[in-house]
């Protein structure tokens, strides 16, 4: 199973971005889609999720300005971020979770290769 992450990128404060997360590989079933931050010295933090069954769930720190949803493609998730801030510049990092392969093997979670956002003037 591969998580392959696409968009990012540099953009003014006030601006807009969009994420794109595809996993591949042998899924049967995920549990739950979503994306992870960290900037530098900072924890790692989640910044939304969505799940199989639709349910969302966001930082607070982004509720109202990004949004979470299914992609294009199978087992693709995408993240519109609107209103940039400065404070939202961090590595994002794409998750998979509670994947079950089509051998029926269970992972607990996937991680995709990092994103960097930059917002800044």
């Known amino acids: 199973v591969q998580l392959q992450a696409s968009g990012g990128g540099l953009v003014q404060p006030g601006g807009s971005l969009k994420l794109s997360c595809a996993a591949s590989g042998s899924i049967k079933s995920i549990n739950a889609m979503g994306w992870y931050r960290q900037a530098p010295g900072k924890r790692r933090e989640l910044v939304a999720v969505?799940?199989?069954?639709?349910?969302?769930n966001y930082a607070d720190s982004v509720k109202g300005r990004f949004t979470i949803s299914r992609g294009n493609g199978k087992n693709t998730v995408d993240l519109q971020m609107d209103s940039l801030s400065p404070e939202d510049t961090a590595v994002y990092l794409c998750?998979?979770?509670?994947?079950?392969?089509?051998?029926?093997?269970?992972?607990?979670?996937?991680w995709g290769q990092g994103t960097q956002v930059t917002v800044s003037s």
């Open positions: 998750n998979a979770e509670g994947v079950t392969t089509t051998a029926g093997v269970f992972e607990y979670d996937y």
């Open positions: 969505l799940t199989s069954g639709d349910a969302t």
